[in-house]
């Protein structure tokens, strides 16, 4: 079910880096985007502009993305070169067939480890007697939310990677949390590192442990050494993991930093926070609505400092977001940059269902039970036709029969639950057995 190919200007940014490290020891791009223009796979407005003739205060064509999806990718890009210079079936160029499958197998690998990983914060902070609701949680976030398309439709984005990468950091935060070691910190460090680097923006999320951290050593009163010991570690583990995202911000940019393009298209007082949510064409929760009731479900945990602090590190994205002068990310599926908040969705939608389920188990007799089973039938149901929104979206959006620059909730409603559903088995049919006609034809009129 993986689409096996690139073409988005963003996947080929994250792709340079893998080809260019792995094949040319450098982050010198200039070959690799060459190849995509020349094969007429990158053709968007502007990329010719934008890749092959910007240059860098040193003289490297500019990439805005960084290194993080690379890193994780290593492991599959490795393997397909190995199989491709063992069985000749291909050109070991690191352009050919075998590697960018690798890459977009390995996207969908790291998007379902993080579903895994996703319930599995939802067990450690819910209780594991809780696994039931853990699971559905997990199974309908990862359908019912973008990342099901950045997995299979558009896995050379950094989006699968990075929801992976944030689902281990609170898997880690969970564990090391119970006891603050300066082990556990450097561990915690390490995996912000990851984050970091993957989507710089992520970055943001730790500032939840932080809070944590802090809250923890006023309640608990932890010696200055104590304390002490576990921030260094942490630093220090940051800085290392993050260091060769450094070094490669400097042999690209000329300093240790992203492009300043990426700075300067950032409004630091967040005038978009409140649209990037609610936005009829572009927020995240008209897109997203199950998002709605994972974000709501977070109010249902017992832990109310967790609560606190899962909030806060959503709404963290919610600022980042909005500060972004792009923030309708207009032409992609979805807020895409609010895929990262996959685990603490599962964990909120996990928190609800269980709170709903135990509203039923209250009832004393069959009569009661059935006054109070209501909330679960509802709750079921708004559930379901949430993943049907998102998955209805996903086929009207990759068969190019919805405008792909912003959503039009009531045109889009209508074809959601009226003309999507009589062509659904063709198109599902088309898929499995000619994917390829999906992108060999030229685009179509809206449905209206």
């Not at 300067?264 to 008209?286: E, I």
Request: with cysteine; aromatic share 14%; glycine share 8%.
């Amino acid at each position: 079910m993986v689409t096996t190919r690139l073409y988005a200007s963003d996947e080929i940014e994250y792709f340079a880096y893998l080809r260019s490290l792995y094949f040319d020891g450098d982050v010198s791009f200039e070959n690799e985007y060459r190849y995509f223009y020349d094969r007429h796979i990158a053709r968007s407005e502007g990329f010719h502009e934008t890749f092959l003739e910007r240059e860098t205060a040193v003289g490297r064509r500019v990439n805005y993305a960084t290194m993080g999806s690379a890193v994780l990718w290593l492991p599959f890009y490795a393997v397909a070169d190995l199989f491709t210079r063992v069985t000749g079936r291909a050109e070991a160029d690191g352009f050919s067939a075998p590697y960018i499958s690798a890459v977009a197998y390995g996207s969908a690998f790291y998007g379902f480890l993080a579903v895994l990983l996703s319930i599995r914060a939802a067990r450690l902070l819910l209780g594991h007697e809780t696994r039931g609701s853990s699971l559905l949680a997990g199974l309908a976030v990862w359908i019912g939310t973008p990342l099901l398309f950045y997995m299979y439709v558009a896995p050379g984005f950094a989006h699968a990677c990075s929801a992976f990468a944030v689902a281990l950091f609170i898997n880690v935060w969970l564990h090391v949390r119970t006891r603050w070691t300066a082990a556990g910190a450097f561990a915690l460090g390490l995996s912000v590192a990851l984050m970091a680097m993957v989507r710089e923006q992520d970055a943001f999320l730790s500032l939840g442990p932080a809070l944590d951290f802090a809250w923890t050593n006023l309640r608990d009163r932890f010696s200055p050494a104590v304390v002490a010991r576990a921030a260094a570690a942490g630093v220090a583990a940051f800085v290392i993991g993050y260091s060769p995202q450094l070094f490669a911000y400097n042999a690209l940019n000329g300093y240790p930093g992203p492009a300043e393009h990426v700075s300067r298209k950032m409004a630091w007082h967040s005038p978009h926070a409140l649209q990037v949510l609610g936005s009829p064409n572009h927020g995240f929760l008209v897109w997203t609505p199950l998002a709605l009731i994972a974000i709501a479900g977070l109010f249902a945990l017992r832990d109310r400092r967790m609560r606190l602090f899962l909030l806060f590190m959503a709404a963290t994205q919610v600022y980042v977001a909005g500060s972004v002068g792009s923030w309708t990310v207009a032409g992609a599926f979805g807020q895409r940059r609010f895929v990262c908040l996959t685990p603490i969705l599962v964990i909120g939608l996990a928190a609800l269902w269980d709170r709903v389920r135990g509203s039923v188990r209250v009832g004393r007799n069959r009569q009661a039970a059935t006054r109070v089973g209501w909330p679960r039938a509802a709750f079921g149901v708004a559930v379901v036709l949430c993943v049907w929104w998102n998955v209805a979206l996903m086929a009207l959006f990759a068969t190019r029969q919805m405008d792909r620059q912003r959503l039009e909730p009531a045109r889009n409603a209508y074809d959601v639950f009226v003309t999507f559903p009589l062509s659904a088995p063709s198109l599902a049919y088309r898929y499995l057995t000619d994917r390829q006609s999906f992108y060999a034809s030229p685009p179509s009129e809206s449905i209206r």
